[in-house]
């Protein structure tokens, strides 16, 4: 069994420093919520590397949210229902989708410069919605626009005080209440760091797989610890992957983004052949996973291991002005994405499932709160609709700080909490390899395409490495692997249980959506195991 615990402590001996509130994580949702925070309160925001780093810096299409007369909050909320195929809570779309333009326009206050045409918001469309709602920055660089707006207001603020390069190795709890977390810092020192209110803001997953448009950071960390915690993890199973990321020798798996699509780009098999048309009539603009399917279908029956994406017919301007990053990247790799078709395959991109929250980001441990990719909202249901991501950060940031306000004070201390277990041997074993063997057997038996006997044979390889737990866990490689041996059991245990297809999650052995037995969620609590929680979706 996975321990409370990843190291032996005892609180007595440790220092401890004592603030109002702890963000862990340093992405949009990190960013924002801090800075909502930190008008009356003190911050420790946390970030096992540096400030800058996280999944939002990579975000390129945008952030969707009603801003056009043309559109409506309703149309939103049916995109996004209609994407989430039956598990969406459809209280939480509703409030996405209400709250959001005002969360947006909070961000232009903070210094977000979005693009801009004749003196109005440039919007785009992306696929599966039904109007251009969707704002950018930079062209194609929306994430790092907003990653560097924040920044600069977190940067030097009076209550916010920021961690780099520590590392948050457990939640501490006592009696199901989060009393705040073991953190490692750059020397070696570790510290008890105690807070009224702890925030996971740590970001996806998408290091479990070889192939993946994440940052190296992104190892599952919050999924983990909160699971260690107690806390219910929901819906594992559902992971998006990109249809698009850059597949050319040399090349790291690029994020060729979704708005390349939205603004008319082709995807076409290595014959030349445009093939979307087979799969589903939105063409290039279909759901996500449904795109990434009918690629991989290309790529196994012309025997490739790629197929193009083709904006050619554009002119060079309107690509250079409105895909800067990717043309850049691609030009730095002898591609030409205006008159060369870009090579691309699907990469694991991002966590749809993650520690559940209610409408105000709580979990089911107390003053224990989650928010963005490491959350599970019930904004994205089985697929998360393009670009909602970034919207369902701030919208929900703001909804933990306005809960964080009726916290009564923290009563314990934690002093007497301690942790041993018994130890015997130091790991040995390169971590290094142990991550290379665990993304393996992810991509082959958990991937985009799944079957029972796959997801059999992954468990299989998964639970004996469990051993790890068994040895002293000293390094923050060890405890990321540890961490992603974690998720990586919960996501295959949930894709194993769940025996339909459905969003995000692609069973071969049952092809079909299966509403009258799998309309319901897969949840996952380290003390009672798997459980069911029917759908509220409408």
């Keep these: 069994m996975i321990p409370q615990y990843l190291v032996d402590f005892n609180v007595n001996e440790l220092p401890v420093i004592d603030t109002d509130v702890i963000v862990i994580g340093s992405g949009i949702a990190g960013l924002y919520t801090a800075i909502k925070a930190s008008v009356d309160r003190r911050v420790i925001m946390i970030t096992k590397k540096s400030l800058l780093e996280s999944n939002t810096r990579y975000a390129q299409g945008g952030i969707a949210a009603v801003i056009s007369e043309d559109d409506s909050t309703q149309s939103h909320y049916q995109d996004t229902l209609l994407a989430g195929a039956g598990l969406c809570s ?104 105690r807070g009224a209110a702890t925030i996971l803001c740590s970001g996806g997953a998408g290091q479990l797989y070889r192939y ?60 030349g052949e445009r093939f979307m048309e087979k799969y589903h009539e939105l063409l290039e603009l279909a759901p996500r996973d449904i795109v990434a399917r009918a690629i991989v279908s290309e790529m196994e029956e012309t025997g490739s291991s790629f197929v193009y994406l083709d904006i050619t017919h554009e002119t060079p301007e309107m690509i250079k002005h409105r895909f800067p990053t990717i043309y850049e990247t691609c030009t730095s790799y002898g591609l030409d994405m205006t008159t060369d078709w870009i090579p691309v395959a699907p990469a694991a991109h991002y966590m749809m499932g993650g520690v559940k929250t209610g409408h105000h980001g709580e979990t089911t441990v107390s003053r224990l709160f989650a928010c963005g990719e490491v959350s599970s909202t019930g904004v994205h249901g089985a697929n998360r609709l393009a670009s909602n991501s970034l919207s369902e950060a701030i919208v929900f940031g703001q909804r933990i700080v306005d809960s964080i306000s009726q916290l009564i004070p923290l009563d314990k201390t934690g002093r007497n909490i301690s942790y041993q277990r018994d130890r015997q041997e130091t790991l040995t074993t390169s971590i290094v390899e142990l991550r290379m063997k665990l993304q393996r057997i992810m991509v082959r038996q958990v991937g985009l395409r799944r079957t029972g006997a796959g997801l059999l044979k992954g468990l299989e390889e998964l639970k004996p490495r469990l051993t790890i737990f068994d040895t002293y866990l000293d390094t923050r490689e060890q405890w990321e692997y540890a961490n992603m041996l974690t998720s990586a059991l919960i996501l295959t245990e949930s894709a194993l249980a769940r025996e339909e297809s459905r969003g995000g999650h692609y069973r071969e052995d049952y092809p079909e959506r299966d509403d009258i037995k799998w309309r319901k969620h897969i949840l996952q609590q380290r003390e009672k195991g798997m459980l069911e929680e029917i759908s509220d979706d409408v």
């Design 90 to 193: 459809s209280r939480s779309v509703d409030i996405l989708v209400n709250e959001g333009p005002g969360c947006v326009e909070e961000l232009i206050k903070l210094g977000t410069n979005f693009d801009r045409e004749n003196g109005e918001l440039a919007l785009t469309q992306e696929g599966a919605h039904s109007h251009r709602r969707i704002l950018h920055a930079n062209g194609d660089a929306t994430g790092f626009e907003i990653v560097r707006a924040l920044s600069e207001q977190v940067t030097g603020h009076s209550n916010i005080e920021i961690w780099d390069n520590h590392f948050v190795i457990d939640l501490i709890t006592e009696e199901n209440e989060c009393l705040g977390a073991l953190v490692q810092r750059p020397d070696g020192q570790r510290i008890f760091l």
């Design 212 to 271: 993946t448009t994440n940052p190296e950071v992104a190892t599952s960390d919050g999924v983990a610890m909160a699971y260690r915690a107690g806390a219910v993890i929901r819906d594992m199973e559902f992971l998006q992957f990109h249809p698009t990321s850059l597949c050319y020798p040399g090349a790291p798996r690029f994020l060729i983004s979704e708005a390349v699509r939205g603004e008319g780009a082709v995807l076409r098999n290595i014959k």
